[in-house]
């Protein structure tokens, strides 16, 4: 079985099988319900994009129990191959992500951003923490550990940021990873984290919640989405998925407050060219 990390959580309403994390092992999928996507961990918290990550054994009860003990296998099985949209209604599920989904669709509609908990606004900065900079690497030495080739951002407004550094993640394939994570500095957003998923080369599928579409990245439905938490603190993103990637734009500012940080992350997702 491949090996598979921990992402950070991001919230509902969409779905990927099978993908990976980083901070345990294990074989997990998407799924994405709230305003974002819907991932499966393997603790069954929601992400702040609405994902959760589920491992393939790992047992799955709504509160309702709809999908207690439902193998990722069998979830696999019930979506399509590639990137489809559904109702949340429609998504192999428990009632509790899709209420959890209703709930962040209804505030993003109502007020501009979704309720978080804390730790569902820090996807960035969680990255960059001292304890975890063993795990940061040059881009050069992440890209080379890729099965597929990350897209190439030379001629896009990114090189207006400084690169940071970049974090491989994902399924791995004969040495080699599926995923991967670029942080550049900009001096209008701070850091943002592009977070590029290889899903085909894992065998994953991508299922979102129609929804929570309310935006388009170069002609493909994208979900843009503002976490807030009760403190204040926030993360805009915005993720979209090809016929072979899954994409998503993270950035710790509100963007129900100020309108040029969703054009700023929205005009960085479109420069990003399709492949």
Do not use: C
């Not at 109702?87 to 209420?99: G, N, R, V």
Request: proline fraction near 6%; aromatic fraction near 8%.
């Amino acid at each position: 079985m491949p090996l598979r990390h921990y992402h950070r959580k991001l919230g509902a309403g969409f779905v990927t099988l099978p993908q990976m994390t980083g901070r345990r092992f294990g074989m997990p999928f998407i799924l994405s319900p709230p305003t974002l996507a819907l991932r499966f961990r393997q603790n069954n918290g929601p992400t702040p994009s609405g994902d959760y990550q589920p491992s393939r054994s790992l047992s799955m009860a709504g509160s309702d129990g709809s999908l207690a003990g439902l193998p990722g296998e069998m979830m696999l099985e019930m979506m399509e191959e590639g990137v489809s949209i559904v109702s949340y209604e429609d998504q192999p599920i428990p009632q509790l992500f899709k209420d959890m989904t209703k709930k962040a669709v209804e505030e993003m509609e109502e007020r501009g951003y979704a309720s978080a908990e804390e730790s569902e606004v820090r996807e960035v900065n969680y990255a960059l923490e001292p304890h975890l900079k063993h795990l940061m690497l040059s881009y050069e030495d992440a890209a080379n550990q890729l099965v597929i080739e990350p897209v190439n951002l030379e001629d896009t407004p990114f090189k207006e940021g400084e690169l940071i550094g970049a974090r491989i993640s994902g399924s791995y394939q004969d040495g080699k990873w599926t995923n991967i994570s670029r942080f550049y500095k900009f001096d209008d957003l701070g850091v943002v984290k592009f977070f590029e998923n290889d899903y085909v080369t894992s065998k994953g599928r991508v299922q979102k919640a129609k929804e929570l579409i309310n935006e388009e990245v170069n002609g493909v439905p994208a979900i843009y989405r503002v976490n807030v938490s009760k403190s204040g603190a926030a993360l805009t993103l915005v993720s979209w998925a090809t016929d072979s990637k899954d994409y998503k734009l993270y950035v710790e500012k509100n963007g129900a407050k100020d309108e040029s940080v969703k054009q700023r992350l929205l005009e960085l997702a479109r420069s990003i060219p399709v492949e």
